[in-house]
């Protein structure tokens, strides 16, 4: 039972639009989630996280919301740029996790086409 | 620069020929993971160590092993690989466990292939 969801593993956008990657998620206890992006041959880099305190986090051009009532986040990217070419996972954390215990999505392959 | 570091970047073993991947860090973190990632899945964390301390996921299974000598080495141990073990064997580190964790700094991953 996959408990952090990507549905598209693939997005193409052109540079200097926004790019919105999306992230559903099902279980309730989760109260932290994280962006981390990958290029290939790479480990994944953390990029941005949140709390369920909030419904907002911002960091430059990145801007992660987060909709409790929907158990839906969502990674802004704005403007993109063809460096952001990369695969996006989402993870999330909970009270109930021991060790700092994440849960990955499969992954969004981001295109930025100049 | 600190770092996680993985050796060796690829690896192919035979199967059932047992294998040993490899991570190092230098960023002195007292957590240590071990993930695995199948093509176009979800990285899986399969045990990690808050320092000496180890913790095995439930459903990982029995033949992989693994072992922290030191804070700063930790290796994967796989006894008898099968095809369905190959994959992406990601390493990662982070300062401090609980029940968020702290960011998780991952290494460039070992990509195992078993003939």
């Known amino acids: 039972d996959q408990q952090v969801k990507q549905n598209s593993p693939s997005l193409s956008v052109q540079e200097g639009r926004i790019s919105i990657l999306n992230c559903d998620y099902t279980?309730?206890?989760?109260?932290?989630f994280l962006w981390y992006k990958k290029y290939p041959a790479e480990g994944p880099t953390f990029l941005i996280s949140i709390s369920s305190i909030k419904d907002k986090n911002e960091d430059g051009r990145f801007t992660v919301f987060l909709n409790k009532s929907a158990k839906h986040l969502s990674l802004h990217i704005v403007p993109s740029q063809p460096g952001d070419s990369a695969v996006y996972f989402c993870?999330?954390?909970?009270?109930?996790?021991?060790?700092?215990?994440?849960?990955f999505g499969q992954g969004t392959e981001l295109s930025v086409k100049p | 620069d600190a770092m996680v570091i993985q050796n060796p970047r690829y690896q192919v073993t035979q199967f059932g020929k047992p294998v040993t991947l490899s991570c190092s860090q230098t960023l002195n973190h007292n957590v240590m993971y071990w993930y695995q990632q199948k093509s176009s899945q979800a990285p899986k964390l399969l045990f990690h160590y808050y320092d000496k301390d180890f913790n095995n996921e439930a459903d990982t299974p029995d033949n992989f092993q693994s072992r922290r000598p030191n804070t700063s080495f930790c290796f994967l141990d796989i006894r008898s690989p099968g095809l369905g073990d190959a994959a992406m064997y990601l390493c990662?580190?982070?300062?401090?466990?609980?029940?968020?964790?702290?960011?998780?700094?991952f290494g460039p991953g070992t990509r195992l292939t078993v003939l």
């Open positions: 279980n309730s206890m989760f109260d932290y």
């Open positions: 990662a580190t982070s300062r401090k466990a609980g029940p968020r964790g702290d960011t998780q700094y």
């Open positions: 993870a999330a954390a909970g009270l109930y996790n021991q060790g700092g215990k994440l849960i």
